[in-house]
């Protein structure tokens, strides 16, 4: 169950803390070839299970950017912001795949609120969105991203 936090306030008094982690999501070859579809990445590290087999991770893995795109997805089982009129996704500042997804893994979210600005109209908040794959010793993501909430 997300934790819900309310207002400007709130998420200040959190900066630095661990916020939780999603459920565990698993990586489908369909989820994989649909954002391939999408995206036009046909890679055949990502859509050819034939081919990958024999490739460096000994079978199919998911695209980076899908799952740095499962955050919207993953998030809001973390976390809960009210209090405002609007968030939007400013960006990121960093990002990073140390290492990669299989297909047939579960993948998951954990969430810490690095830091929280006054910007105009609200607050900019960055959280450090950690990827992390099932029985893998290293994340498969981690991303510093950037929130606006606006009142």
Known sequence: MARTINGADELKSLVGQHLGSSD?????????????????????????????KNGPFGGTIAHGYLTMSLGPVLLPQIVTVTGFSMAL????????????VPVGSKLRLSAQLAAV????????????????????????????ALYRWLV
């Open 89 to 100: 996704n400013y960006g990121l500042n960093k990002l990073r795949f140390p290492s990669p």
């Open 24 to 52: 565990w999501l698993e990586i489908t070859q369909e989820r994989v070839n649909t954002f391939a579809e999408a995206t036009g990445d046909h890679q055949w590290i990502h859509v050819d299970p034939e081919k990958a």
């Open 117 to 144: 600005e006054d910007v105009a109209g609200g607050v900019q908040t960055t959280y450090v969105l950690t990827f992390e794959v099932d029985g893998q010793e290293k994340p498969a993501c981690v991303a510093e």
